[in-house]
Structures are given as structure tokens and as C-alpha cells.
């Protein structure tokens, strides 16, 4: 579905512990993002990846961090500091040449016991 | 920065009917306009898109119209089925770019069989 792949799908986490989010995609994209969804709510920005060892913080970014050392991949830490982790968490990748199109993996639903 | 908003966030119609959901946005650098639909607990999937050279794009019963004077694009579902109902989201960028997306907030789409 569009080369882009998460890994977990379900994810539980004790309170005070870091986990990471796993994305990789294999469409040769550039640009790379991640995404938090709440019920009921719509998108938003946590981190983005214009090119490899190159990242900007999103609207959300406090108590996440991510690393970009291949083009490939794109992973998120959700970290201790995070006060409210519960959510779908969504990382989507993009051409930025000769096309427009965010392609979206198939999430990942963190809870946090 | 850019803001997306969208109108409305519920929207409910009779199948058959027509169904309309309305976006404005105030970059008037964006050129590059998408609307995704995500079913409940799946990814977004990108169902049709404008870029701002273009007033108008269709798509069997999917249609999208842009004004870029005023700035504002709307989505037109003409013919609903019940499988139409979803959330559906637009979004504003620069087309070419590992620039940021900017979504609008959502509109949950019923189709009353």
C-alpha cells in the first residue's frame, strides 16, 4: 500500500518509559513526516524530514524526538516528557520531485498503561 | 504560516444526495490542494487533488473546485453511498517541496441509507 510500512500496529507503554515508532518507506521519497490524531480530531504536526540528517519540529514536537540517518527511514521516540501519548500516531513520506502526493503508513496505536 | 480551515465538521445526507465540504486557506503561496478520506481506524487516502493553475478537476462522482482570489477550494460528492461515509480532510502546500502539509480539522461525512 503505497511502499510505506509502521511497525507496531498496537503499541502499550508503562508510564515513564521512552518507545519508538517505527516507519520506513520504500518509494525513494525526500521528505518525510510524523503525524499524532486524537478521536475524533484531525492531524497533527509532530516532526518533518526535508532530506536525510535534516529535521524541523512540528507543531507538537515537545516530549518526541526523531532521528533521520537514511533516506529509508524516519523513526519517532515517544519519550517520558510526553504527558499525554495516547493517540494514532501516522508518518507519511513525499516526492519532492515531479510530484505532490503524502502517502500515509498505516499508523500505529500507542496506549499508555 | 498557513491556516486551513474547514466547514463543516459533521455533515449528514441522504444517500443519493449530493454533499459538499468547504475549505479556505491563507497562504497564497499554496498551490498544491489535496483532500484525503480516512475510515475509522485506517490511514488517510488521498481521493482527489487541485493544484492552483486549475479551477475546477472531476472525477466520476468526486469533484474539487478552487478560487484561488478568495481562497477557498471545495470538495463535491455528488450521488453519495453509504460507502462514502468517512472523515474527510483538505489540505494546503507548495507542490514540489518536503514543505509541510496543512490540514484542515476534518468533516465526518454520514450518507443515510
Known amino acids: 500500500d503505497g511502499g510505506i510500512t509502521q511497525s507496531p500496529k498496537y503499541l502499550f507503554r508503562k508510564e515513564g518509559q521512552n518507545v519508538t515508532l517505527s516507519c520506513e518507506q520504500n518509494l525513494n521519497h525526500d521528505a518525510m513526516y510524523w503525524y499524532r490524531q486524537d478521536p475524533g480530531q484531525g492531524l497533527r504536526l509532530i516532526y518533518y524530514s526535508q532530506i536525510v540528517n535534516d529535521f524541523q519540529k512540528g507543531d507538537i514536537a515537545e516530549g518526541y524526538s526523531v532521528s533521520r540517518e537514511k533516506k529509508e527511514s524516519f523513526p519517532l521516540t515517544v519519550t517520558s516528557a510526553q504527558k499525554n501519548p495516547t493517540a494514532f500516531y501516522l508518518c507519511?513520506?513525499?516526492?519532492?520531485?515531479?510530484?505532490?502526493?503524502?502517502?500515509f503508513g498505516p499508523g500505529t496505536r500507542l496506549t499508555v498503561l | 504560516g498557513e491556516n486551513v480551515e474547514q466547514h463543516p465538521s459533521t455533515l449528514s445526507v441522504q444517500e443519493g444526495d449530493s454533499a459538499v465540504i468547504k475549505c479556505t486557506y491563507s497562504d497564497s503561496a499554496s498551490n498544491y490542494f489535496p483532500w484525503y478520506k480516512q475510515e475509522l481506524g485506517k490511514r488517510p487516502q488521498l481521493i482527489i487533488d487541485i493544484r492552483s493553475n486549475v479551477g475546477e478537476k472531476k472525477d466520476q462522482r468526486i469533484a474539487v473546485t478552487l478560487n484561488k482570489t478568495a481562497k477557498h477550494f471545495s470538495l463535491h460528492i455528488t450521488e453519495t453511498q453509504p460507502e462514502d461515509s468517512a472523515v474527510y480532510f483538505c489540505a494546503a502546500s507548495i507542490s514540489n517541496t518536503g514543505n509541510q502539509f496543512y490540514f484542515g480539522t476534518g468533516t465526518s461525512l454520514t450518507v443515510i441509507p
Open positions: 507519511a513520506s513525499r516526492g519532492t520531485s515531479g510530484g505532490n502526493e503524502q502517502f
